[in-house]
């Protein structure tokens, strides 16, 4: 652990969110830890050369190479095991787990979801807060697809029915939103997509946020919300639900006015575009914990021993209502 005291705040948040997250980019972690890419790229060699990270690269078919992706190196992954008083893997074993995860089919799908989160917690970089004294939205929950089934499905004994890409709570001027996300490459057929919804509504979404579609283009946009009101016939899913292109090219990202809430009671309704924090707010209130380095983004986090948290799961019939009941 002796190591682990070289390393400072920064770094220590980084190992924390590859042990959470699984990998991240050169680009992605300049964006939530440093003011530019050349000094993430520094501290990124240094940290390689320490053996705390594994980098790879993928070579495409038509040439060239994607940009440099992090992993925990080994010597990072004994890091957090003696941080969280857990064994950790073999050497052997956990370079089996890495050569995996480089040939991973889900891997562009997984990078896909942490640039959605990344662009939004690139807001709060500290880096960039004190050079510039940038302010805006917090995001203060993320939580990964496997922690989101730990925790609303594994921990309470229900059927998993279910695999969110990404969990999420973004604050801004008092409001705090809470959203559960779809990450849509284009790849799933509309039909596959909107079967999602009656699962969704079989679990108390509303009680914990709105759902959000992120997908590659406002042409997938378009028909995504064409397939809905066709899938839902004028009946309200029992929760919110929003949807955003990502071609729009605003500055802030996801973060920005970029979102279309689909009304079920008229597909036809000239779309108005939010931003984050404008959309409605469902879930619990959860006051902010102090949280160290070694747990970020995270002040926000449902405890999975709050008893009165776990109340609020339980196992529904679809709850689907008339379209009278929709609404703010």
């Keep these: 652990m002796s190591l682990w005291y070289r390393l400072v705040d920064r770094d220590r948040r980084l190992l924390a969110l590859l042990a959470e997250h699984?990998?991240?980019?050169?680009?992605?972690?300049?964006a939530i830890e440093f003011t530019s890419i050349r000094r993430a790229?520094?501290?990124?060699r240094r940290l390689y050369e320490l053996g705390v990270l594994f980098t790879f690269r993928q070579s495409y078919a038509n040439g060239?190479?994607?940009?440099?992706?992090?992993a925990l190196g080994y010597v990072g992954k004994r890091l957090i095991c003696a941080l969280r008083a857990k064994t950790p893997p073999a050497p052997k074993v956990y370079a089996e787990s890495l050569e995996r995860l480089v040939v991973w089919p889900k891997l562009e799908h997984h990078l896909g979801v942490n640039d959605f989160f990344c662009d939004l917690a690139a807001h709060r970089n500290p880096a960039r807060h004190s050079k510039y004294g940038v302010s805006g939205g917090t995001l203060t929950q993320w939580w990964p697809e496997k922690r989101c089934v730990e925790f609303f499905w594994s921990s309470s004994g229900?059927?998993?029915r279910l695999r969110p890409d990404g969990y999420g709570c973004w604050e801004h001027h008092g409001r705090a939103v809470r959203f559960f996300l779809e990450h849509d490459t284009g790849t799933e057929s509309l039909t596959v997509v909107t079967r999602k919804i009656a699962d969704y509504s079989a679990f108390p979404t509303d009680r914990f946020g709105i759902l959000l579609f992120s997908v590659h283009s406002t042409?997938?946009?378009?028909?995504?919300?064409?397939a809905l009101s066709r899938a839902q016939a004028g009946y309200d899913p029992g929760f919110v639900?929003?949807?955003a292109a990502r071609d729009h090219g605003h500055v802030d990202g996801p973060a920005g006015p970029v979102w279309a809430i689909w009304d079920?009671?008229?597909?036809t309704a000239p779309v108005r575009r939010y931003r984050l924090e404008e959309l409605p707010e469902r879930g619990p209130r959860v006051n902010h914990r102090a949280i160290g380095p070694d747990e970020p983004l995270s002040e926000a986090a449902f405890d999975p021993n709050d008893r009165q948290m776990m109340d609020l799961i339980y196992k529904a019939t679809d709850?689907?209502?008339?379209?009278?009941?929709?609404?703010d």
């Design 241 to 243: 639900i929003a949807t």
């Design 319 to 327: 709850p689907r209502r008339a379209n009278d009941s929709w609404g």
């Design 158 to 160: 229900h059927e998993v």
């Design 22 to 30: 699984k990998v991240l980019t050169t680009r992605q972690v300049a």
């Design 64 to 70: 060239g190479t994607s940009e440099t992706r992090f």
């Design 41 to 44: 790229q520094d501290r990124l």
């Design 219 to 226: 042409k997938r946009e378009i028909a995504l919300r064409a």
């Design 264 to 267: 079920p009671r008229d597909s």
